[in-house]
Protein backbone atom coordinates (compact mmCIF):
# COMPACT_ATOMS: atom_id res chain seq x y z
CA UNK A 1 0.00 0.00 0.00
CA UNK A 2 1.25 3.29 -0.75
CA UNK A 3 2.67 4.99 2.24
CA UNK A 4 1.08 8.15 1.71
CA UNK A 5 -2.63 6.32 1.54
CA UNK A 6 -1.36 4.94 4.89
CA UNK A 7 -0.52 8.46 6.44
CA UNK A 8 -4.28 9.81 4.97
CA UNK A 9 -5.86 6.89 6.52
CA UNK A 10 -4.08 7.63 9.94
CA UNK A 11 -5.10 11.72 9.68
CA UNK A 12 -8.32 10.60 8.84
CA UNK A 13 -9.18 8.56 11.91
CA UNK A 14 -7.06 11.04 14.65
CA UNK A 15 -9.10 13.97 13.09
CA UNK A 16 -12.24 12.43 13.11
CA UNK A 17 -11.84 11.31 16.55
CA UNK A 18 -10.42 15.06 17.66
CA UNK A 19 -13.80 16.14 15.51
CA UNK A 20 -16.47 13.92 18.32
CA UNK A 21 -14.20 15.30 20.79
CA UNK A 22 -14.62 18.79 19.66
CA UNK A 23 -18.16 18.54 19.40
CA UNK A 24 -18.12 18.95 23.36
CA UNK A 25 -17.03 21.85 23.01
CA UNK A 26 -19.74 22.96 20.47
CA UNK A 27 -22.34 21.97 22.58
CA UNK A 28 -21.19 24.45 25.19
CA UNK A 29 -20.73 27.09 22.45
CA UNK A 30 -24.11 26.51 20.75
CA UNK A 31 -26.90 24.60 23.40
CA UNK A 32 -29.79 25.30 21.46
CA UNK A 33 -28.01 22.38 18.98
CA UNK A 34 -27.94 19.55 22.17
CA UNK A 35 -31.13 18.19 21.40
CA UNK A 36 -29.64 16.62 17.72
CA UNK A 37 -26.44 15.12 19.91
CA UNK A 38 -26.17 12.69 17.35
CA UNK A 39 -26.11 14.39 14.34
CA UNK A 40 -23.95 16.63 15.63
CA UNK A 41 -21.33 14.36 16.65
CA UNK A 42 -21.02 12.17 13.29
CA UNK A 43 -21.44 15.73 11.44
CA UNK A 44 -17.91 16.83 13.48
CA UNK A 45 -16.63 13.35 13.00
CA UNK A 46 -17.09 13.07 9.41
CA UNK A 47 -15.56 16.96 8.74
CA UNK A 48 -12.44 16.62 10.82
CA UNK A 49 -11.78 13.02 9.03
CA UNK A 50 -12.50 14.99 5.38
CA UNK A 51 -9.80 17.66 6.62
CA UNK A 52 -7.24 15.14 8.28
CA UNK A 53 -7.59 12.71 5.04
CA UNK A 54 -6.33 16.09 2.93
CA UNK A 55 -4.36 17.56 4.75
CA UNK A 56 -2.30 15.13 6.80
CA UNK A 57 0.18 14.11 3.79
CA UNK A 58 0.84 18.29 3.56
CA UNK A 59 1.54 18.91 7.54
CA UNK A 60 3.54 15.31 7.81
CA UNK A 61 5.26 13.29 4.89
CA UNK A 62 6.21 16.24 2.49
CA UNK A 63 7.91 18.19 5.34
CA UNK A 64 9.61 15.01 6.17
CA UNK A 65 10.44 14.09 2.74
CA UNK A 66 11.78 17.80 2.09
CA UNK A 67 14.05 17.60 5.51
CA UNK A 68 15.33 14.46 4.75
CA UNK A 69 16.89 16.08 1.23
CA UNK A 70 18.10 18.20 2.82
CA UNK A 71 20.02 16.52 5.55
CA UNK A 72 21.41 14.04 2.70
CA UNK A 73 22.28 17.28 0.49
CA UNK A 74 24.46 18.33 3.89
CA UNK A 75 28.24 17.67 4.60
CA UNK A 76 28.93 15.15 7.28
CA UNK A 77 30.86 17.98 9.41
CA UNK A 78 28.34 20.85 9.07
CA UNK A 79 25.39 18.04 10.02
CA UNK A 80 27.57 16.79 13.00
CA UNK A 81 28.06 20.42 14.19
CA UNK A 82 24.48 21.29 13.83
CA UNK A 83 23.19 18.76 15.90
CA UNK A 84 25.80 19.56 18.71
CA UNK A 85 24.57 23.39 18.34
CA UNK A 86 21.12 22.40 18.81
CA UNK A 87 21.95 20.04 21.56
CA UNK A 88 23.97 22.74 23.34
CA UNK A 89 21.61 25.80 22.53
CA UNK A 90 18.72 23.88 23.89
CA UNK A 91 20.10 22.79 27.36
CA UNK A 92 21.19 26.33 28.01
CA UNK A 93 17.52 27.58 26.80
CA UNK A 94 15.92 25.02 29.32
CA UNK A 95 18.20 26.40 31.94
CA UNK A 96 17.45 29.98 30.94
CA UNK A 97 13.14 29.24 30.35
CA UNK A 98 13.40 28.09 34.08
CA UNK A 99 13.03 31.49 35.82
CA UNK A 100 10.98 32.82 32.66
CA UNK A 101 8.64 29.90 33.21
CA UNK A 102 7.44 31.70 37.17
CA UNK A 103 6.27 35.03 35.01
CA UNK A 104 2.43 34.66 35.76
CA UNK A 105 -0.13 33.96 33.47
CA UNK A 106 -0.46 33.22 29.76
CA UNK A 107 3.65 34.72 30.07
CA UNK A 108 4.99 32.22 32.30
CA UNK A 109 3.66 29.25 30.02
CA UNK A 110 4.24 30.60 26.90
CA UNK A 111 7.89 32.36 26.61
CA UNK A 112 9.66 29.12 28.32
CA UNK A 113 8.90 27.12 24.52
CA UNK A 114 9.85 30.72 22.98
CA UNK A 115 13.23 31.05 24.72
CA UNK A 116 14.33 27.23 24.47
CA UNK A 117 13.42 27.48 20.44
CA UNK A 118 15.78 30.53 20.27
CA UNK A 119 18.47 28.94 22.38
CA UNK A 120 18.03 26.00 19.82
CA UNK A 121 18.33 27.89 16.46
CA UNK A 122 21.12 30.39 17.70
CA UNK A 123 23.31 27.34 18.73
CA UNK A 124 22.47 25.77 15.27
CA UNK A 125 23.60 29.29 13.97
CA UNK A 126 26.82 29.16 15.85
CA UNK A 127 27.79 25.91 15.22
CA UNK A 128 27.79 26.68 11.94
CA UNK A 129 29.23 29.80 11.67
CA UNK A 130 32.05 28.69 13.74
CA UNK A 131 32.99 25.75 11.54
CA UNK A 132 32.96 28.94 8.50
CA UNK A 133 35.22 31.25 10.94
CA UNK A 134 37.85 28.81 11.45
CA UNK A 135 38.42 28.25 7.67
CA UNK A 136 38.77 31.51 7.27
CA UNK A 137 41.07 31.70 10.14
CA UNK A 138 43.11 28.35 8.61
CA UNK A 139 43.35 30.15 5.42
CA UNK A 140 45.03 32.79 7.02
CA UNK A 141 47.73 31.31 8.98
CA UNK A 142 48.48 28.91 5.81
CA UNK A 143 52.17 29.35 5.27
CA UNK A 144 53.43 30.15 1.36
CA UNK A 145 54.34 26.76 0.79
CA UNK A 146 51.16 24.84 2.30
CA UNK A 147 48.74 27.63 0.53
CA UNK A 148 50.87 26.65 -2.77
CA UNK A 149 50.59 23.10 -2.40
CA UNK A 150 46.88 22.90 -1.48
CA UNK A 151 46.12 25.14 -4.74
CA UNK A 152 48.28 22.55 -6.92
CA UNK A 153 46.12 19.56 -4.80
CA UNK A 154 43.05 21.79 -6.25
CA UNK A 155 44.19 22.13 -9.42
CA UNK A 156 44.58 18.83 -10.45
CA UNK A 157 40.34 17.79 -9.07
CA UNK A 158 38.69 16.56 -11.63
CA UNK A 159 34.88 16.47 -11.35
CA UNK A 160 32.86 13.99 -13.29
CA UNK A 161 29.31 14.66 -14.34
CA UNK A 162 26.54 12.16 -15.21
CA UNK A 163 27.00 12.14 -18.69
CA UNK A 164 30.43 11.20 -18.50
CA UNK A 165 30.31 8.13 -15.97
CA UNK A 166 26.89 6.43 -17.92
CA UNK A 167 29.10 6.68 -21.01
CA UNK A 168 31.84 4.39 -19.48
CA UNK A 169 35.00 5.25 -21.57
CA UNK A 170 36.51 7.10 -18.31
CA UNK A 171 37.17 3.63 -17.37
CA UNK A 172 39.51 2.74 -20.38
CA UNK A 173 40.90 6.34 -20.45
CA UNK A 174 41.79 6.07 -16.51
CA UNK A 175 43.57 2.79 -17.79
CA UNK A 176 45.72 4.33 -19.57
CA UNK A 177 47.48 6.61 -17.22
CA UNK A 178 46.96 9.87 -19.51
CA UNK A 179 44.61 11.31 -16.58
CA UNK A 180 46.68 12.60 -13.88
CA UNK A 181 45.08 14.29 -10.08
CA UNK A 182 42.05 12.75 -8.10
CA UNK A 183 38.72 12.08 -10.00
CA UNK A 184 35.97 14.17 -8.01
CA UNK A 185 32.53 12.66 -7.89
CA UNK A 186 30.22 15.18 -5.98
CA UNK A 187 27.18 13.26 -4.01
CA UNK A 188 24.70 15.14 -6.06
CA UNK A 189 26.40 13.85 -9.19
CA UNK A 190 25.56 10.28 -7.51
CA UNK A 191 22.33 11.12 -5.86
CA UNK A 192 21.11 11.92 -10.05
CA UNK A 193 22.74 8.96 -11.25
CA UNK A 194 20.83 6.91 -8.39
CA UNK A 195 17.66 8.69 -9.23
CA UNK A 196 18.15 7.44 -13.06
CA UNK A 197 18.62 3.79 -11.96
CA UNK A 198 15.68 4.08 -9.71
CA UNK A 199 13.40 4.90 -12.77
CA UNK A 200 10.73 3.39 -14.06
CA UNK A 201 11.70 3.74 -17.76
CA UNK A 202 13.34 0.75 -18.42
CA UNK A 203 16.31 2.33 -20.62
CA UNK A 204 16.96 5.12 -18.24
CA UNK A 205 17.13 2.19 -15.19
CA UNK A 206 19.30 0.66 -17.42
CA UNK A 207 21.58 3.53 -18.47
CA UNK A 208 21.55 4.24 -14.61
CA UNK A 209 22.94 1.14 -13.22
CA UNK A 210 25.38 0.60 -15.62
CA UNK A 211 26.88 4.13 -14.61
CA UNK A 212 26.81 2.73 -11.20
CA UNK A 213 28.54 0.12 -11.74
CA UNK A 214 31.38 2.13 -13.82
CA UNK A 215 32.08 3.75 -10.99
CA UNK A 216 32.12 1.26 -8.67
CA UNK A 217 34.91 -0.13 -11.27
CA UNK A 218 36.49 2.86 -11.31
CA UNK A 219 36.84 3.26 -7.47
CA UNK A 220 38.36 -0.95 -7.42
CA UNK A 221 40.52 -0.85 -10.59
CA UNK A 222 41.43 3.29 -11.66
CA UNK A 223 45.22 3.98 -11.39
CA UNK A 224 44.15 7.86 -10.13
CA UNK A 225 42.53 7.80 -6.56
CA UNK A 226 38.38 7.94 -7.12
CA UNK A 227 36.46 10.35 -4.22
CA UNK A 228 33.17 11.30 -3.61
CA UNK A 229 32.86 14.59 -1.79
CA UNK A 230 29.85 15.88 -0.04
CA UNK A 231 30.59 19.48 -0.31
CA UNK A 232 28.04 21.75 -1.09
CA UNK A 233 27.08 24.44 -3.12
CA UNK A 234 24.77 27.20 -1.81
CA UNK A 235 22.39 29.12 -3.84
CA UNK A 236 22.51 26.64 -6.60
CA UNK A 237 19.95 24.16 -7.98
CA UNK A 238 20.52 22.55 -11.12
CA UNK A 239 22.92 19.75 -11.22
CA UNK A 240 25.02 21.11 -14.07
CA UNK A 241 25.19 24.78 -12.36
CA UNK A 242 26.02 23.01 -9.07
CA UNK A 243 29.24 21.22 -11.32
CA UNK A 244 30.34 24.54 -12.65
CA UNK A 245 30.14 26.40 -9.17
CA UNK A 246 32.36 23.54 -7.60
CA UNK A 247 34.66 23.51 -10.02
CA UNK A 248 35.33 27.40 -10.11
CA UNK A 249 36.00 26.33 -6.33
CA UNK A 250 37.82 24.11 -6.25
CA UNK A 251 39.88 25.65 -9.13
CA UNK A 252 39.35 22.01 -10.85
CA UNK A 253 38.35 20.97 -14.10
CA UNK A 254 35.12 19.02 -15.28
CA UNK A 255 35.40 15.51 -17.94
CA UNK A 256 32.00 15.59 -19.89
CA UNK A 257 30.71 14.58 -22.81
CA UNK A 258 27.96 16.66 -22.86
CA UNK A 259 28.40 19.31 -25.13
CA UNK A 260 26.00 22.20 -23.17
CA UNK A 261 28.14 21.83 -20.25
CA UNK A 262 30.79 21.77 -21.82
CA UNK A 263 29.90 25.26 -23.37
CA UNK A 264 28.58 27.31 -20.42
CA UNK A 265 31.45 25.70 -18.76
CA UNK A 266 33.60 27.57 -21.03
CA UNK A 267 31.82 30.74 -21.30
CA UNK A 268 32.68 30.64 -16.90
CA UNK A 269 36.49 29.77 -17.27
CA UNK A 270 36.30 26.38 -16.25
CA UNK A 271 38.48 23.82 -17.91
CA UNK A 272 36.52 21.71 -19.36
CA UNK A 273 38.18 17.55 -20.51
CA UNK A 274 35.61 16.57 -23.14
CA UNK A 275 35.88 12.86 -24.16
CA UNK A 276 34.20 13.50 -27.49
CA UNK A 277 36.97 15.55 -28.30
CA UNK A 278 39.89 13.26 -27.30
CA UNK A 279 38.16 10.60 -29.60
CA UNK A 280 38.00 13.03 -32.40
CA UNK A 281 41.78 14.04 -31.53
CA UNK A 282 42.88 10.34 -31.88
CA UNK A 283 41.32 8.62 -34.63
CA UNK A 284 43.35 7.75 -37.06
CA UNK A 285 44.74 10.32 -39.52
CA UNK A 286 44.80 9.93 -43.22
CA UNK A 287 46.06 12.09 -45.90
CA UNK A 288 44.86 12.53 -49.80
CA UNK A 289 46.80 9.90 -51.52
CA UNK A 290 47.15 7.38 -48.63
CA UNK A 291 45.88 3.89 -49.65
CA UNK A 292 44.51 1.64 -46.82
CA UNK A 293 41.79 -2.06 -46.39
CA UNK A 294 38.30 -1.01 -45.88
CA UNK A 295 35.60 -3.46 -46.06
CA UNK A 296 32.33 -2.32 -47.24
CA UNK A 297 29.16 -2.79 -45.30
CA UNK A 298 26.38 -0.71 -46.71
CA UNK A 299 25.40 1.79 -49.52
CA UNK A 300 25.82 5.39 -49.69
CA UNK A 301 23.67 8.06 -50.30
CA UNK A 302 24.44 9.14 -53.20
CA UNK A 303 24.60 6.21 -56.35
CA UNK A 304 27.55 3.98 -56.72
CA UNK A 305 28.83 4.82 -53.33
CA UNK A 306 29.30 2.65 -50.63
CA UNK A 307 30.04 2.80 -47.23
CA UNK A 308 32.47 1.29 -44.31
CA UNK A 309 34.16 1.97 -41.50
CA UNK A 310 37.60 1.94 -39.22
CA UNK A 311 38.36 0.57 -36.44
CA UNK A 312 37.98 3.92 -34.38
CA UNK A 313 34.32 4.50 -36.00
CA UNK A 314 35.20 6.80 -38.49
CA UNK A 315 33.28 6.91 -41.81
CA UNK A 316 34.80 5.97 -45.26
CA UNK A 317 32.34 7.13 -48.71
CA UNK A 318 33.97 5.11 -51.02
CA UNK A 319 32.83 6.24 -54.48
CA UNK A 320 32.26 3.71 -56.92
CA UNK A 321 31.80 0.96 -53.92
CA UNK A 322 28.71 -0.22 -54.42
CA UNK A 323 29.43 -3.50 -56.06
CA UNK A 324 31.79 -4.00 -53.41
CA UNK A 325 29.62 -4.33 -51.01
CA UNK A 326 30.17 -7.20 -47.97
CA UNK A 327 33.67 -7.44 -49.34
CA UNK A 328 37.27 -6.38 -48.36
CA UNK A 329 39.00 -3.67 -50.73
CA UNK A 330 41.70 -1.53 -50.91
CA UNK A 331 40.91 2.16 -52.10
CA UNK A 332 43.05 5.34 -51.47
CA UNK A 333 41.77 8.62 -49.85
CA UNK A 334 40.67 11.85 -52.06
CA UNK A 335 39.68 13.69 -48.83
CA UNK A 336 39.28 13.94 -45.51
CA UNK A 337 36.19 16.22 -44.16
CA UNK A 338 35.98 17.49 -40.67
CA UNK A 339 32.51 17.78 -39.61
CA UNK A 340 30.64 18.70 -35.84
CA UNK A 341 29.93 15.13 -35.99
CA UNK A 342 33.19 13.51 -36.44
CA UNK A 343 35.90 12.64 -39.16
CA UNK A 344 34.68 11.62 -42.69
CA UNK A 345 37.05 10.29 -45.19
CA UNK A 346 36.35 10.19 -48.82
CA UNK A 347 37.91 7.42 -50.87
CA UNK A 348 37.68 4.92 -54.39
CA UNK A 349 38.89 2.03 -55.11
CA UNK A 350 42.56 1.63 -55.75
Excluded at 20 to 36: E, G, N, V
Excluded at 319 to 344: D, F, P, S
Aim: with cysteine; proline share 3%.
Amino acid sequence: MNIELIVRIIGLILFGIGGLALSDQIFTWFPALTPDTTWVKIISGMVGGIVGFVITPWISLRPFNKLRQTIQQLPVHTLLLSIVGLIAGLAIGTLAAYPISLLPGVLGQFLPFVVAALFGYLGIMIATLRTELLQVARERFLSKEEKGEREHAQGRAILLDTSVIIDGRISDICHTGFLQGELVVPLFVLNELQHIADSSDTLRRNRGRRGLEILSQLQDESLIPVRITDEAVEGVKEVDDKLIALARQLEGSILTNDYNLNRVADLQGVTVLNVNELANAVKTVLLPGETFSIHILQEGKESDQGVGYLDDGTMVVVEGGRNRIGKTTTVMVNKVLQTAAGRMIFARPE
